[in-house]
């Protein structure tokens, strides 16, 4: 192999080796202080109504059978329970969590359960290792029914009455 072919190699090793450095600390980053928002949607953000805002409005009527909060079935946390007129709920290892998970899989900020209407919905927040309903990992923000096992990491949620 002539010079030039070896120092080609060592450049392309070199380059391959700083990627893999630089993408596992974007990992640790987002995993650390949460995924970036974009622009756009920060603009949506301040277009919603602030939350002393709602807070003076009259809360929605609760309906017979529907849910009033979420329990922690299994893992390392199991009985820990959020309500849910406190919507929306932050699920993960982080101290602004409304339900914090003592588990090695779970991200600071892993997932967000809120209301759409009547119905309820499980998000993952761009969590490392993902948000399972029954065995299937979610990429969109999924309705829930009471009863509905959500997996994060080894803990198992359910929404209860």
């Given at each position: 192999m002539s010079e030039l072919t070896l120092f080609l190699i060592r450049l392309a090793y070199l380059a391959i080796l700083w990627i893999f450095v630089l993408?596992?600390?974007?990992?640790?980053r987002s995993d650390m202080f949460g995924a970036r928002v974009p622009e756009g949607a920060r603009g949506?953000?301040?277009a919603t109504p602030s939350r002393s805002s709602r807070s003076k409005s009259k809360p929605p009527a609760k309906r017979r059978g529907s849910p009033t909060h979420v329990l922690v079935t299994e893992g390392a946390n199991a009985g820990e329970r959020a309500e849910l007129d406190r919507a929306p709920i932050l699920i993960g290892?982080?101290?602004?969590?409304?339900i914090r998970l003592d588990d090695d899989y779970v991200s600071t900020r892993h997932?967000?359960?809120?209301?759409?209407?009547?119905d309820w919905f499980v998000e993952d927040l761009g969590s490392t290792n993902g948000t399972y309903i029954g065995s299937a990992r979610i990429t969109q923000p999924t309705t829930i029914t009471l009863g509905t096992q959500v997996r994060i990491g080894k803990t198992i949620l359910e929404l209860r009455k």
């Amino acid at each position: 192999m002539s010079e030039l072919t070896l120092f080609l190699i060592r450049l392309a090793y070199l380059a391959i080796l700083w990627i893999f450095v630089l993408s596992a600390i974007s990992v640790i980053r987002s995993d650390m202080f949460g995924a970036r928002v974009p622009e756009g949607a920060r603009g949506q953000r301040a277009a919603t109504p602030s939350r002393s805002s709602r807070s003076k409005s009259k809360p929605p009527a609760k309906r017979r059978g529907s849910p009033t909060h979420v329990l922690v079935t299994e893992g390392a946390n199991a009985g820990e329970r959020a309500e849910l007129d406190r919507a929306p709920i932050l699920i993960g290892r982080g101290s602004d969590a409304a339900i914090r998970l003592d588990d090695d899989y779970v991200s600071t900020r892993h997932a967000r359960i809120a209301a759409s209407g009547d119905d309820w919905f499980v998000e993952d927040l761009g969590s490392t290792n993902g948000t399972y309903i029954g065995s299937a990992r979610i990429t969109q923000p999924t309705t829930i029914t009471l009863g509905t096992q959500v997996r994060i990491g080894k803990t198992i949620l359910e929404l209860r009455k």
